[in-house]
């Protein structure tokens, strides 16, 4: 048996894995496993992320008709571009993943929200992927252009987001458990309901963890911009200064797992990559293709990671071991593109993945791919992800030239765009993390 239209299988594939992940559905699910009674009284509703506004809307529509005595109020912050249409909970949009003053404004409205709650309230977090950024509030001493240089600098050394969050938790006033504290403290119960993008699904990695306890330490923060060379000048003196009198004992440290605040504070985790993956994996064997699930955790430098799917498939197409085709390889979680200085790059960690798996696959022509982020936005440009089949390689043999020429220059984009083959979906107002597809069919 060989697949008949690859490219419909890709496409459809991601539309399946998206649909698992849709705010809409898996939202009222996680509430009324929750609750196991209509909740009362007021209800402050605040988070952050991609899912924010998708969150906050499914959150209005399922109080209205499952909690009759509950007082509603709040406000989530997402993306520019993410915000959808409410009636009572305030939808703000900011700078991702670069912070910004908007961003800002509103974390710092949310701190101010926080501290109106009171013995009895309920505090519901919605919180996604993407919060890290849009929940920036610096820590006293610090200012909203040292957050965003450090971040800037972060993305570009390579490091994965979860020691990314270390740092920028430690530079924080509302993430690495923060926000629980704050409520806690005021005699609030938290629930705080997750979408998660981050490999192993750990809420203190989510966002951040605004509402989880924190067991890193300024001194891990330190540590990670040692290991990425960014203590020698690519940072605000002030940030490395106001980690190291954390390392001191000056600044109070995250709350850790055995801090009592988080008696009162529960994360629910509604929707991750794996479900996702899993879904995908179902439709393609409804297609007559065996699917392999490769995991949720594929993490590294992006163009490694195509390299060693390129190797598992070749073994695939050449040996029909140890699958036998058609098969397809299923993966998520998130890659690393390190940018060299002067060089400015076009696209994102999935299609930089795409481009480089192209680039190194010449020989198996019956290859067909898809890499795309589950928010619709891969990196620097307008487009989700790329793709491609088997009739890219019919082509003339300039376009694996072009492909490698493109490849040293991290013009991912470019070289789909010219190819008619960028994956376009605009915001899709949830966030699991990347998704990749390979297919590996039989020769016609």
């Given at each position: 048996?060989?697949?008949?239209?690859?490219?419909?299988?890709?496409?459809?594939?991601?539309?399946?894995?998206?649909?698992?992940?849709?705010?809409?559905?898996?939202?009222?699910?996680?509430?009324q496993?929750?609750?196991?009674?209509?909740l009362?009284?007021?209800?402050l509703?605040?988070?952050?992320?991609?899912?924010?506004?998708?969150?906050?809307?499914a959150?209005?529509s399922?109080?209205?008709k499952n909690?009759?005595?509950a007082?509603?109020?709040?406000q989530?912050?997402?993306?520019y571009?993410?915000?959808?249409a409410?009636?009572?909970?305030?939808?703000i949009e900011?700078g991702?993943?670069v912070p910004?003053?908007?961003?800002?404004?509103a974390?710092?409205?949310?701190?101010?929200l926080?501290?109106?709650?009171?013995?009895?309230?309920?505090?519901?977090?919605?919180?996604?992927g993407?919060?890290?950024?849009?929940?920036?509030?610096?820590?006293?001493?610090?200012?909203?252009?040292?957050l965003?240089l450090?971040?800037?600098?972060?993305?570009?050394?390579?490091?994965?987001?979860?020691?990314?969050?270390?740092?920028r938790?430690?530079?924080?006033?509302?993430?690495?458990?923060?926000?629980?504290?704050?409520?806690?403290?005021?005699?609030?119960?938290?629930?705080?309901?997750l979408i998660?993008?981050?490999?192993?699904d750990?809420?203190?990695?989510i966002?951040?963890?605004?509402?989880?306890?924190?067991?890193?330490?300024?001194?891990?923060?330190?540590?990670?911009?040692?290991?990425?060379?960014?203590?020698?000048?690519?940072l605000?003196?002030?940030?490395?200064?106001?980690?190291?009198?954390?390392?001191?004992?000056?600044?109070?440290?995250t709350?850790?797992s055995?801090?009592?605040?988080?008696?009162?504070?529960?994360?629910?985790l509604?929707?991750?990559?794996?479900t996702?993956?899993?879904?995908?994996?179902?439709?393609?064997?409804?297609?007559?293709?065996q699917p392999?699930?490769l995991?949720?955790?594929?993490?590294?430098?992006?163009?490694?990671?195509?390299l060693m799917?390129?190797?598992?498939?070749?073994?695939?197409y050449?040996?029909?071991?140890?699958f036998?085709?058609?098969v397809a390889?299923l993966?998520?979680?998130?890659?690393?593109?390190?940018?060299p200085a002067?060089?400015?790059?076009?696209?994102?960690?999935?299609?930089?993945?795409?481009?480089?798996?192209?680039?190194?696959?010449?020989d198996?022509?019956?290859?067909?791919?898809?890499?795309?982020?589950?928010?619709g936005?891969?990196?620097?440009e307008d487009?989700?992800?790329?793709?491609?089949?088997?009739?890219f390689?019919?082509?003339?043999?300039?376009n694996?030239l072009f492909?490698?020429?493109?490849l040293?220059?991290h013009d991912?984009y470019?070289?789909?765009?010219?190819?008619?083959a960028?994956?376009h979906?605009?915001?899709?107002?949830?966030?699991?993390?990347?998704?990749?597809?390979?297919?590996?069919d039989?020769?016609i």
């Amino acid at each position: 048996m060989s697949i008949k239209d690859p490219t419909s299988l890709l496409k459809e594939a991601f539309e399946v894995a998206l649909k698992a992940a849709d705010p809409f559905v898996v939202l009222p699910e996680g509430l009324q496993k929750a609750f196991s009674k209509p909740l009362e009284g007021r209800c402050l509703v605040l988070g952050a992320g991609k899912a924010a506004g998708s969150m906050a809307v499914a959150l209005e529509s399922y109080a209205a008709k499952n909690w009759p005595k509950a007082q509603l109020e709040g406000q989530v912050i997402t993306r520019y571009g993410h915000a959808l249409a409410t009636k009572i909970i305030r939808v703000i949009e900011a700078g991702h993943p670069v912070p910004d003053e908007s961003g800002m404004k509103a974390a710092q409205e949310t701190l101010d929200l926080l501290k109106t709650l009171q013995p009895g309230d309920h505090l519901i977090a919605l919180i996604s992927g993407g919060g890290s950024s849009l929940l920036t509030l610096p820590a006293n001493g610090l200012s909203i252009d040292d957050l965003r240089l450090t971040t800037q600098a972060l993305l570009r050394s390579g490091a994965p987001i979860g020691q990314m969050n270390v740092v920028r938790k430690h530079l924080s006033a509302i993430l690495g458990g923060h926000m629980a504290r704050e409520a806690a403290t005021r005699g609030a119960k938290i629930d705080a309901f997750l979408i998660s993008d981050v490999t192993g699904d750990h809420p203190s990695s989510i966002a951040s963890g605004p509402c989880a306890p924190d067991d890193s330490t300024f001194e891990d923060a330190l540590q990670i911009l040692k290991d990425y060379g960014l203590l020698d000048g690519q940072l605000p003196p002030s940030v490395i200064q106001y980690l190291s009198d954390g390392v001191r004992g000056i600044h109070p440290e995250t709350p850790k797992s055995n801090d009592p605040i988080f008696k009162q504070s529960t994360n629910h985790l509604i929707a991750t990559a794996h479900t996702c993956l899993e879904m995908a994996a179902k439709y393609c064997e409804s297609k007559g293709v065996q699917p392999i699930i490769l995991g949720d955790t594929v993490m590294g430098e992006a163009k490694d990671v195509a390299l060693m799917q390129a190797s598992i498939a070749r073994e695939i197409y050449l040996y029909d071991k140890p699958f036998k085709k058609p098969v397809a390889l299923l993966s998520g979680g998130e890659c690393t593109v390190t940018i060299p200085a002067g060089v400015k790059g076009r696209g994102g960690r999935c299609s930089e993945f795409l481009l480089a798996l192209f680039a190194a696959t010449e020989d198996l022509k019956q290859l067909s791919a898809l890499a795309a982020d589950t928010d619709g936005i891969d990196g620097s440009e307008d487009n989700a992800g790329a793709w491609f089949v088997s009739d890219f390689r019919k082509a003339k043999t300039e376009n694996h030239l072009f492909a490698r020429d493109s490849l040293s220059k991290h013009d991912s984009y470019g070289f789909f765009k010219e190819m008619n083959a960028l994956v376009h979906t605009g915001p899709t107002l949830t966030n699991v993390n990347d998704f990749r597809i390979l297919l590996i069919d039989s020769e016609i």
